[in-house]
């Protein structure tokens, strides 16, 4: 049974820094790719970042490229999206998702495993 939590998440000022943790339960936590995805409010749920197990080669959505940084630490079973100079667009739930696949997808079909959401609010 694998399951993810996040946290971190909280209300903050434009231009202020949050970082996302997602724990993850499970013996095969390194060989997960792991991915940030975010859904506003009535919206689809679209693809943040990832980071694949095999070479942490990193992938960023466009809107949050230079801004936010994924990384992992296999030794805590844990995740991290650093968001820096956040934006009021930012403003969602941000989802932490999870599979054993060997590249990043930017599909949300393609992870098995999903957290319960942290809600991040940035004002302006």
């Known amino acids: 049974q694998v399951q993810l939590v996040e946290s971190g998440g909280g209300l903050v000022q434009a231009g202020d820094s949050l970082r996302l943790s997602c724990a993850v339960s499970?013996?095969?936590?390194?060989?997960?790719?792991m991915a940030w995805f975010r859904q506003a409010s009535g919206k689809e749920r679209d693809f943040v970042a990832g980071?694949?197990?095999?070479?942490?080669?990193?992938l960023y959505a466009d809107s949050v490229k230079g801004r936010f940084t994924i990384s992992r630490d296999n030794a805590k079973n844990t995740v991290y999206l650093q968001m820096n100079s956040l934006k009021p667009e930012d403003t969602a739930v941000y989802y932490c998702?999870?599979?054993?696949?060997?590249?990043?997808?930017?599909?949300?079909?393609?992870?098995?495993?999903w957290g319960q959401g942290t809600q991040v609010t940035v004002s302006s």
């Open positions: 998702a999870g599979d054993s696949i060997w590249t990043i997808s930017t599909q949300r079909g393609r992870y098995d495993y």
């Open positions: 499970g013996r095969f936590f390194s060989r997960y790719t």
């Open positions: 980071i694949a197990w095999r070479t942490t080669d990193t």
